[in-house]
């Protein structure tokens, strides 16, 4: 059975880090590309960050020179690193897997983890 599951989540004042963390299993997990997704209350989902099977990173402009995506496939887990977080940072982070698709433009998943929240106090 796939499972996506999230961890590292929390409370953070502005200016802070924290580093989020997505453990997979049921698939094969080298093969596909892999994403971080975030949803604010009352906003569309939006892709955040992705990194492709060959580990190239792709990024919102947004998060650029923020945030940090990386992967070990070895233990098929997926990071996020979020530095200089900012208020418009809070919202519900997603981890995502598809075998196909691999734009932030496109919210089109194969699998879906069930978020961890991150809330950004200014």
């Known amino acids: 059975q796939v499972q996506l599951v999230e961890s590292g989540g929390g409370s953070v004042q502005s200016g802070g880090s924290l580093r989020l963390s997505c453990a997979a299993s049921?698939?094969?997990?080298?093969?596909?590309?892999m994403a971080w997704f975030r949803q604010a209350p009352g906003k569309e989902r939006e892709g955040v960050a992705a990194?492709?099977?060959?580990?190239?990173?792709n990024y919102a402009d947004s998060v650029k020179g923020r945030f940090t995506i990386s992967q070990d496939n070895a233990k098929k887990t997926l990071y996020l690193q979020m530095n200089s977080l900012k208020a418009e940072d809070t919202a519900m982070y997603y981890c995502?897997?598809?075998?196909?698709?691999?734009?932030?433009?496109?919210?089109?998943?194969?699998?879906w983890g069930e978020g961890t929240q991150v809330t950004v106090s200014s």
């Open positions: 995502a897997a598809d075998f196909r698709h691999c734009t932030l433009t496109d919210v089109q998943r194969d699998y």
């Open positions: 049921g698939y094969a997990y080298s093969y596909y590309c």
């Open positions: 990194i492709d099977s060959d580990g190239n990173p």
